[in-house]
């Protein structure tokens, strides 16, 4: 990179704090802020936010960038710093982070910060799928008294991660069945081999599973639809807020059931801060011949 030479860093879970210690190892200079519990050697924990960016060519945020949509995403740190502070300390700066909400679009524009969300490059969306599906997996693995070889799961979406969770669970011989809604994806599910179940018919298949695997970012498990369930199914929700599943519900039904955020910083931090900073050096470029 000839132009982008200093990178602040503001807080994130564990992939943050390898990818930072992955930027400095390639000669950048990296300042980190909200990151003071995690340990970096070489790079300069700064006290202030201020300090973090002033000098900065680029700030990374956290992947996602805030677990309430009222303060940044800082595990490493014993400090608080709410996004409109954030925000309003980066005027003119380029920031990139992950799972930015509509509103903080706004407030940037107000500040004249250009705010980028790198959960939107579909590299890095596709390459994290891996992550998340490998930690859908240890998580059915641990949880159940069943081998996954022989029973009966269900992928819920066909979408990125639903593809590739399939294709591990039948790779290591569990009956695979695929929901989908549309046309093309239940054409797909039935050409790689899988038992193909569309949205509309759901309701009446639920009880014929041990697993079930939830993709959908939005609201389908809900109490009617769980009450069709196993008593012994295990429930594993791997969308992003709100999820698909009624959580309500599934205490109400006493159905064993895992909402599994995060993933990829979870189980492969180190795997997933390379697919981000093989992402972050592809923006670099397109930043850098932008200006």
């Keep these: 990179m000839d132009l982008i030479k200093k990178i ?79 925000i309003t300390k980066l005027s003119g700066k380029t920031v990139i982070a992950g799972a ?35 930690g859908a997996l240890q998580i059915a693995i641990s949880e159940t008294s069943k081998n996954l070889h022989g029973n009966k799961v269900l992928v819920m979406g066909f979408g990125r991660i639903g593809k590739i969770l399939a294709k591990m669970l039948d790779g290591i011989g569990a009956k695979v069945s695929c929901e989908a809604r549309k046309t093309t994806d239940l054409a797909w599910i039935q050409a790689y081999g899988y038992e193909r179940i569309n949205l509309i018919d759901l309701k009446e298949h639920l009880g014929e599973f041990d697993i079930i695997f939830n993709t959908i970012p939005y609201m389908v498990l809900n109490k009617e639809y769980l009450k069709e369930t196993k008593e ?26 895992i909402w599994a955020l995060s ?16 992402t972050l050096y592809n923006m670099f470029k397109e930043i850098e011949a932008n200006n």
């Excluded at 012994?232 to 059931?257: C, H, M, T, W, Y």
């Design 8 to 86: 602040g860093v503001v807080g994130g879970d564990l992939r943050i704090v390898e990818l930072a210690k992955m930027l400095a190892n390639d000669k950048f200079e990296v300042l980190a802020y909200g990151m003071e519990k995690a340990k970096f050697p070489g790079i300069k924990i700064t006290n202030t936010i201020e300090e973090c960016v002033k000098d900065a060519d680029i700030v990374v945020g956290p992947l996602p960038i805030s677990s309430n949509a009222q303060d940044v995403n800082m595990p490493f740190s014993y400090n608080k710093l709410s996004i409109k502070e954030f």
């Design 263 to 278: 993933l990829p910083g979870k189980v492969s931090p180190i795997t997933s801060a390379q697919f981000m900073q093989e």
């Design 100 to 134: 930015i909400k509509p509103e903080m679009y706004e407030l940037a524009k107000e500040n004249k910060v250009n705010l980028i969300d790198i959960v939107k490059r579909e590299e890095l969306a596709v390459l994290s799928a891996i992550s998340t599906a490998e």
């Design 232 to 257: 012994d199914a295990l429930i594993i929700d791997l969308a992003s807020n709100p999820g698909g599943v009624d959580r309500e519900a599934v205490k109400q039904l006493k159905r064993k059931f």
